[in-house]
């Protein structure tokens, strides 16, 4: 009896000192998360980063050709982007990734007009759109495609019919729009393999930009220039904005609020941001001049209690630690 009191006692002391890092970390993803965004501000479409409450904007692309979409690393230290800057050709856009300081610009992709990356959890993949692929090209006809960090090992995962990818936090599973390109597109989801593939969405308006929370429970996309929000699985679908011309939706660290671009009488063309529980919509920075948008919330913090449905999860490491100590 002593021996399980003790196995008991160790076990809640774990418990506490997890719990209390779990804070600890959500704490921290507060304090440090950063935006990259894009903007013409400076005459020229280049990648900008602010701090999560907007302030601290700084300038992270160089480059008289037009840098867009930034996405962040996992770790955050480095950006994926779509740039023409290659070659001097300004009608062929490719994937480059630049240090998050704006050092070392790599280009990844050698397509005509490749665009939206995303990078996977754990930072080893990046999805992208391949578009305009000749027939002959090992990707031909085009679509989603994976490829390593390093621009290697491409692979297609959809077809044409398929556009702006979002991965799961989990990495299993991947969220985007199929259909009819600008008359029936819809949210869909399939396995990080590119496998079962199944619709979400079922009705007349036009949906884009799908975007997973951090905790794994909902999806936010865009639906005829409003930003929506629904459960992982598609239930409970729910308009978050009720004003045409909201787009591009990121998720918060927390997964309390969704950011997103939009050209607002009163506000201006800017960044803003809408809390998933209440509603309330507040402007982050806007600029009506600038045309700031494009907003990725970089989530610096790894450890999140999940929502029914997410695969890895805090309390999930909890019970499957505890157990070993019975």
């Known amino acids: 009896m002593p021996f399980k009191v003790g196995r008991t006692f160790a076990a809640a002391l774990v418990i506490s000192l997890l719990v209390e890092m779990q804070l600890a970390v959500n704490g921290y993803a507060s304090r440090k998360a950063k935006i990259a965004f894009a903007s013409m501000r400076d005459g020229n479409s280049d990648i900008y980063v602010m701090d999560g409450d ?37 009608n062929h856009k490719q994937i480059w990734v630049i240090d ?6 790599v280009r990844l992709t050698d397509g005509v ?8 959890p754990d930072g080893k993949t990046i999805l992208y759109v391949a578009g305009h692929i000749a027939q002959n090209h090992d990707l031909a006809p085009g679509g989603i495609v994976a490829m390593d960090a390093d621009g290697n090992n491409k692979r ?4 044409r019919g398929g556009i702006h990818p979002s991965w799961s936090p ?40 799908p975007s997973w929370s951090p905790d794994g429970g909902h999806i936010a996309y865009e639906s005829e220039g409003r930003i929506w929000v629904m ?17 591009h939706p990121t998720w918060s660290p927390q997964s309390d609020a969704v950011a997103f671009h939009a050209e607002r009488k009163g506000g201006g063309r800017g960044i803003y941001m809408v809390d ?18 494009q907003p990725d919330w970089h989530n610096p913090g790894e450890l999140f209690v999940s929502a029914e449905g997410s695969r890895v999860t805090m309390w999930g490491r909890l019970k499957n630690f505890t157990s070993i100590l019975r």
């Open 54 to 90: 907007g302030g601290n904007q700084r300038r992270v692309t160089v480059n008289p050709s037009r840098d867009w979409l930034p996405a962040w690393s996992p770790d955050g230290k480095r950006i994926a982007f779509v740039s023409n800057r290659n070659n001097g050709n300004k």
């Open 170 to 209: 989990d990495g299993d599973r991947i969220a985007y729009i199929s259909g009819n390109i600008g008359r029936d597109t819809q949210v869909h989801v399939m396995d990080a393999d590119g496998g079962n593939p199944r619709q979400l969405t079922r009705d007349t308006e036009l949906k884009h930009m």
């Open 100 to 105: 998050a300081d704006g050092t070392n610009p």
């Open 231 to 247: 459960n992982s699985d598609g239930k409970n679908q729910r308009r978050l904005t009720n004003i045409a011309g909201d787009e």
């Open 156 to 159: 297609l995962l959809k077809n």
């Open 276 to 293: 998933v529980a209440n509603g309330a919509v507040n402007v982050m920075q806007h600029a009506p001049s600038f045309g700031d948008g």
């Open 113 to 120: 007009s490749d665009s939206y990356p995303d990078w996977s």
